[in-house]
Nanobody, 119 residues
């Protein structure tokens, strides 16, 4: 059974930095990972892509975080990281780890971790 466990997050002042990590387990030997990354959902808004790593296609960032956030992955640990710098109040949201696999197509989500940017 695939499981995504997030860590990090919390409260930070505007302009500060935070790091998130997400470890995937239960992947199985032949699982075909297509993408892994982060989405977020602010109160009253829809869930949106923050950043992801796509197999064979590099990284994909939301325009609002380009130049401030960096996504990386440790394949040996099946872990994806999100370094968030120069945080803004509008970055406040629940951040969800996301895993997309092929053959068959399936999507998995972490439980979410709260990021609050406030003075």
């Amino acid at each position: 059974q695939v499981r995504l466990v997030e860590s990090g997050g919390g409260l930070v002042q505007p302009g500060g930095s935070l790091g998130l990590s997400c470890a995937a387990s239960g992947l199985g030997f032949n699982i075909n990972i297509n993408a892994m990354g982060w989405y977020r959902q602010a109160p009253g808004k829809e869930r949106e892509l923050v950043a992801r790593i796509i197999r064979g296609a590099g990284t994909d960032y939301a325009d609002s975080v380009k130049g401030r956030f960096t996504i990386s992955r440790d394949n040996a640990k099946n872990t994806v990281y999100l370094q968030m710098n120069t945080l803004r109040p509008e970055d406040t949201a629940v951040y969800y780890c996301h895993l997309e696999v092929l053959y068959p197509f399936r999507r998995f989500w972490g439980q979410g971790t709260q990021v609050t940017v406030s003075s």
